[in-house]
C-alpha cells in the first residue's frame, strides 16, 4: 500500500537538511522553527521512521536519505516544468530568485581549483541555474549522492549509485613534485624509494592516498612507510594552497599536471619521477532525472573535462 507524503512536509525535511538547522529552515520558508519541526515530526510518524537526527547541523538516517532523495528529484521536476509551461515569469517580484534554480553538485577540489568551474561557465545562461557546490575527496563524492544531498558529483567511482548515470569524463594525471631546495636538503642522500617515503609530505587531508599510493608503486614489497605513525605529513586542504605548500619546501606532493606545469617551466617545482604518474580517471554521475537543466550541465562538463582530462576511456 502505498503511503502518501505531504509536500509541506517533504519540502520542510529537505529545508532542514539543506540549511542544516530548524531554525534556518523556518527562516527560508518563513515559519516558525516549531512548525518546521512538528511537519518534520509528522512526516516521522506517517512513514514510520526516524528521518533526521537533531544534532547541528542535523544528520539523515538511512531513512532520511531515500525522503530527501525524492524531495530534491521532485523539486527538480516542478522547476522544469514550470519553466517548460512559462509559468515562471523570472521577475524578482514574482520570485526573489530571479527565476533560478539550485544544483547541488559534488566535486573534488582539484577538479574546481583547475577544469571544473570553466565547465560551470559553459552551461547556457538559459538554464537559470545557482550552483551549490560541495567539496570532498573523489573517492568519497558518491556518498553525497546516496545521502541525496547532491544531484550530481564528479567521482573516481565507475559504479553507479543506485538511481544514477554515470559517463567518463576522462583522466586526472598527477605526477610527485616537490621544491629544488627541498630536494636538495631532503632526497639526495640515495635512491628516491629510499628517501622519499622518509621525507615530510603534503597531505589533502586524512582520506587523501595520492602519496600513499604513489610510495607503494615505487616500493617493491608495498611503500607503507608513508601510512606509518610519526612520519612527518602536513596536511593541507585547500588544492591551491597544497601547491603552495609544496613549492615553499614544506614537503613533497602529488600534483595535477594542470597545475604543476607552470611551476615545473620556471624551476620552481622539480618532477621527482617523470615516467611515474599517478592517473585518477574520473566519472560524472548523476540521478536518472528527465531534467533539461541537469542536462545542460553534464554536456558541459563532459565537453570542457574532455579538453582538459584528454578523450574519456572508459
Not at 80 to 93: R, T, V
Request: hydrophobic share 40%.
Amino acid at each position: 500500500m502505498m503511503i502518501d507524503l505531504p509536500l509541506d512536509q517533504v519540502r520542510t525535511l529537505l529545508a532542514a537538511v539543506d540549511e542544516g538547522t530548524f531554525e534556518a529552515a523556518a527562516a527560508t520558508l518563513h515559519v516558525t522553527p516549531s512548525a518546521v519541526s512538528q511537519r518534520v515530526k509528522a512526516l516521522e510518524q506517517r512513514t514510520g521512521r526516524v528521518l533526521l537526527l537533531r544534532t547541528k547541523p542535523v544528520r539523515l538516517t538511512e531513512s532520511g536519505e531515500i525522503v530527501v532523495r525524492f524531495a530534491r528529484q521532485l523539486t527538480r521536476l516542478e522547476r522544469d516544468a514550470s519553466a517548460e509551461l512559462g509559468l515562471s515569469d523570472g521577475s524578482e517580484d514574482a520570485d526573489p530568485s530571479g527565476g533560478t534554480t539550485s544544483l547541488p553538485i559534488a566535486v573534488n577540489d582539484d577538479s574546481l581549483a583547475t577544469w571544473f568551474l570553466p565547465a560551470l561557465d559553459a552551461v547556457p545562461a538559459s538554464s537559470r541555474i545557482c550552483f551549490d557546490l560541495r567539496c570532498d575527496d573523489q573517492d568519497h563524492t558518491t556518498a553525497m549522492l546516496r545521502q541525496g544531498l547532491v544531484m550530481a558529483a564528479v567521482t573516481s567511482s565507475p559504479e553507479p549509485v543506485q538511481g544514477c548515470t554515470v559517463r567518463p569524463l576522462g583522466r586526472m594525471r598527477y605526477r610527485a613534485m616537490a621544491a629544488p631546495v627541498f630536494v636538495e636538503r631532503r632526497l639526495s642522500g640515495g635512491p628516491l624509494r629510499e628517501t622519499l617515503p622518509r621525507a615530510p609530505a603534503v597531505d589533502f587531508d586524512r582520506k587523501d592516498d595520492l602519496q600513499g599510493a604513489f610510495l607503494r608503486g615505487l616500493a617493491p614489497r608495498g611503500g607503507a612507510e608513508h601510512n606509518a605513525p610519526g612520519r612527518a605529513r602536513h596536511y593541507v586542504p585547500s588544492s591551491d594552497a597544497f601547491v603552495r605548500a609544496v613549492v615553499s619546501g614544506l614537503g613533497w606532493g602529488m600534483i595535477p599536471d594542470l597545475q604543476a606545469a607552470p611551476h615545473r617551466a620556471d624551476g620552481t617545482l622539480v618532477d621527482l619521477a617523470y615516467r611515474r604518474p599517478v592517473d585518477v580517471p574520473l566519472y560524472w554521475q548523476q540521478w536518472k532525472l528527465d531534467s533539461p537543466a541537469l542536462a545542460a550541465v553534464a554536456e558541459a562538463v563532459a565537453r570542457t573535462a574532455a579538453v582538459a582530462l584528454g578523450e574519456p576511456r572508459d
